[in-house]
C-alpha cells in the first residue's frame, strides 16, 4: 500500500483502536434540505471535534464547514437522482479527483445500487473511481445503497454488495446493520462501517446496534440521523465513541448519553 493511500486511510480509521466513528452529513445530495440539517454548520460544527472524519459533498464543505479543522474529511462524489425523481439508483460521479485533492480530503465515497436497473453504469463509477483515486493515493469508501427499498437490507443482499464493492478496488465499505451481520464481514476482505439509517426508536437501540456491529467485525460507524436528529446529538455522539474506540457496552453509553441530557 503507497504511504499516501495509508496515511490517508489511517487517518480515518484511528490506529489506536483500529476503529472509526464517521459523522454522515451528506444527506442533501438526494434529500435536499434533511431534518436538522437544514443549517450545517450550527448542527455540524459542535460535534466536528468528536468526529473521526466527516463524511459530506464539496458544496457543504465549502459552505458551511471552517476550513480550519483537523477533522479528516471523506468527500461524497455520486449523485445524479433526488428523491422525487424516477429511480435513486441512477448515480455518476460528479465530483473530479483534481477537486478532491484540491480539497485536501482523505477519502473519497460513491455509492453502488446493486440489483438495481442502474446496478451496471453504478459499478462502473465505482471501477473509474477507484483507477482515478488510485493516482492520487486516495482510498474509495463504497456505499451498498439500497434506495428507497429499505427492505432490502438482509446478510444476502448486503454481503454481495460489500463482496461486489471490494473485488472492485473500494478501500473501505458502508453498509447497513442486519441479523446475521458477521456474514457481511466475513467475506469482505476490506474493512466495513455501518450507516445508521433512519433514526431508531430509543438511544439505546442505537448504541445497541452499534455495538453488536463492532461485536461481529465492522470497525465502526458513519452514522447520521440518529446522531443529529437527536436532541442531544453530543451526547449521542459520545456514547456512540465509547462504544466503538472503548469497547462500552450499549447501557454504558446510555449512560454517558444521559449526562448530556441532563447538561
Ligand atoms: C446515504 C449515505 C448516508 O451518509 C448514510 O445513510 C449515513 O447516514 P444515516 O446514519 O443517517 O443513515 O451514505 O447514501
Same mark, same amino acid.
Given at each position: 500500500?503507497?504511504?499516501?493511500? @495509508?496515511?490517508? +486511510?489511517?487517518?480515518?480509521?484511528?490506529?489506536?483502536?483500529?476503529?472509526?466513528?464517521?459523522?454522515?452529513?451528506?444527506?442533501?445530495?438526494?434529500?435536499?434540505?434533511?431534518?436538522?440539517?437544514?443549517?450545517?454548520?450550527?448542527?455540524?460544527?459542535? +460535534?466536528?471535534?468528536?468526529?473521526?472524519?466527516?463524511?459530506?459533498?464539496?458544496?457543504?464543505?465549502?459552505?458551511?464547514?471552517?476550513?480550519?479543522?483537523?477533522?479528516?474529511?471523506? +468527500?461524497?462524489?455520486?449523485? #445524479?437522482?433526488?428523491?422525487?425523481?424516477?429511480? +435513486?439508483?441512477?448515480?455518476?460521479?460528479?465530483?473530479?479527483?483534481?477537486?478532491?485533492?484540491?480539497?485536501?480530503?482523505?477519502?473519497?465515497?460513491?455509492?453502488?445500487?446493486? #440489483?438495481?436497473?442502474?446496478?451496471?453504469?453504478?459499478?462502473?463509477?465505482?471501477?473509474?473511481?477507484?483507477?482515478?483515486?488510485?493516482?492520487?493515493?486516495?482510498?474509495?469508501?463504497?456505499?451498498?445503497?439500497?434506495?428507497?427499498?429499505?427492505? @432490502?437490507?438482509?446478510?444476502?443482499?448486503?454481503?454481495?454488495?460489500?463482496?461486489?464493492?471490494?473485488?472492485?478496488?473500494?478501500?473501505?465499505? @458502508?453498509?447497513?446493520?442486519?441479523?446475521?451481520?458477521?456474514?457481511?464481514?466475513?467475506?469482505?476482505?476490506?474493512?466495513?462501517?455501518?450507516?445508521?439509517?433512519?433514526?431508531?426508536?430509543?438511544?439505546?437501540?442505537?448504541? @445497541?446496534?452499534?455495538?453488536?456491529?463492532?461485536?461481529?467485525?465492522?470497525? #465502526?460507524?458513519?452514522?447520521?440521523?440518529?446522531?443529529?436528529?437527536?436532541?442531544?446529538?453530543? #451526547?449521542?455522539?459520545?456514547?456512540?465513541?465509547?462504544?466503538?474506540?472503548?469497547?462500552?457496552?450499549?447501557?454504558?453509553?446510555?449512560?454517558?448519553?444521559?449526562?448530556?441530557?441532563?447538561?
Amino acid at each position: 500500500m503507497d504511504w499516501g493511500y @495509508k496515511n490517508r +486511510l489511517s487517518r480515518i480509521i484511528r490506529p489506536q483502536t483500529g476503529r472509526t466513528v464517521m459523522l454522515a452529513v451528506d444527506h442533501g445530495y438526494f434529500l435536499g434540505p434533511t431534518h436538522r440539517l437544514e443549517d450545517v454548520y450550527t448542527t455540524v460544527e459542535p +460535534l466536528l471535534d468528536q468526529a473521526d472524519a466527516l463524511m459530506l459533498t464539496r458544496g457543504i464543505l465549502r459552505s458551511s464547514i471552517p476550513a480550519e479543522t483537523a477533522t479528516p474529511i471523506v +468527500l461524497r462524489v455520486s449523485g #445524479g437522482s433526488s428523491i422525487i425523481g424516477e429511480d +435513486l439508483s441512477n448515480e455518476t460521479i460528479m465530483t473530479s479527483m483534481e477537486e478532491a485533492v484540491r480539497l485536501n480530503v482523505a477519502a473519497v465515497a460513491l455509492s453502488i445500487f446493486v #440489483g438495481s436497473d442502474y446496478e451496471a453504469q453504478t459499478l462502473e463509477n465505482l471501477a473509474i473511481l477507484v483507477d482515478m483515486a488510485q493516482e492520487y493515493g486516495i482510498p474509495v469508501l463504497a456505499v451498498t445503497a439500497v434506495g428507497k427499498e429499505l427492505e @432490502k437490507r438482509d446478510s444476502r443482499f448486503l454481503a454481495l454488495s460489500c463482496r461486489i464493492a471490494a473485488e472492485f478496488g473500494a478501500g473501505f465499505v @458502508k453498509t447497513y446493520y442486519c441479523d446475521d451481520f458477521e456474514k457481511v464481514v466475513e467475506s469482505c476482505p476490506v474493512p466495513v462501517v455501518i450507516a445508521g439509517g433512519p433514526k431508531l426508536e430509543t438511544e439505546l437501540d442505537a448504541f @445497541k446496534m452499534a455495538h453488536d456491529a463492532i461485536r461481529m467485525g465492522a470497525v #465502526g460507524v458513519d452514522m447520521g440521523r440518529n446522531i443529529w436528529q437527536n436532541d442531544h446529538p453530543m #451526547g449521542m455522539i459520545k456514547g456512540i465513541r465509547a462504544v466503538v474506540h472503548e469497547n462500552a457496552s450499549p447501557e454504558e453509553a446510555y449512560e454517558i448519553f444521559a449526562s448530556y441530557k441532563v447538561s
